[in-house]
């Protein structure tokens, strides 16, 4: 079945610790996004790529950055997690922005 | 701006009884709107979506919902509600235009609880 695959599943780091979260997607999408959710919140969207054009949200932290090396994957680094960093972070992917984004199962990332 | 508005935090429902998801949206022209739902733990899934054409529309899991251009509404409804339902619900709009930057505006979520 096509989908979206996020790993780890689950992820502890420590404070200040660089962290990379991993992507994957087998729908052949053109965009692919990033998102961080807290507590049962609405979804941050934090940047997004349209093939390999990379699009940052203005109010996304510098810590946060992202790789897409090929259409199939794309990464969250955060260069130095803090507290405040703990979250779920949702990949999605969809045809292009107009379309249904469809969602990976995301990776709840602890920060101690 | 655009914006989703969910003014319900929490809906609680009897199992069998039919439930709805309320969600109104302020966007110039015509909406793209959509219906996720997340259940603990998990990331969003897809139920449905309006574009244009038929103001009602039919998604997963025996959910429908209607677009109302007067009241610039998009509930969800489902006529007999299950304890598996129980979940959080997330309503999201989107421009139909601005390139290739286009993104969702979500709303903040209504958590359901379906009682047995």
């Known amino acids: 079945d096509a989908m979206v695959i996020q790993n780890p599943r689950y992820q502890v780091t420590q404070f200040g610790k660089p962290v990379t979260l991993s992507c994957s997607q087998t729908l052949n999408h053109n965009v692919m996004y990033w998102y961080q959710q807290k507590s049962s919140q609405a979804p941050k969207l934090l940047f997004h790529?349209?093939?390999?054009?990379?699009?940052n949200e203005a109010d996304t932290p510098d810590n946060f950055q992202s790789r897409r090396p090929n259409t199939s994957f794309c990464f969250l680094d955060i260069r130095s997690p803090g507290l405040g960093d703990a979250a779920m972070y949702l990949c999605?992917?969809?045809?292009?922005?107009?379309?249904?984004?469809?969602f990976g199962p995301g990776t709840r990332l602890t920060v101690l | 701006a655009q914006s989703v508005a969910q003014p319900e935090d929490q809906v609680n429902v009897a199992e069998g009884n039919p439930l709805t998801v309320k969600c109104t949206y302020s966007?110039?022209?015509?909406?793209?709107l959509f219906w996720y739902v997340q259940y603990p733990n998990r990331g969003l899934q897809f139920l449905l979506k309006y574009i244009t054409g038929d103001n009602l529309v039919k998604g997963s899991y025996g959910f429908e919902a209607e677009f109302n251009k007067s009241q610039t509404s998009f509930h969800l409804k489902k006529p007999s509600a299950l304890v598996s339902d129980s979940a959080l619900y997330f309503c999201a709009v989107r421009e139909p235009w601005a390139g290739n930057n286009r993104k969702l505006i979500w709303g903040l979520g209504t958590s359901l609880a379906v009682n047995p």
């Open positions: 999605a992917t969809s045809r292009d922005t107009a379309d249904t984004q469809y």
């Open positions: 790529y349209y093939d390999k054009d990379f699009n």
């Open positions: 966007v110039s022209g015509n909406p793209y």
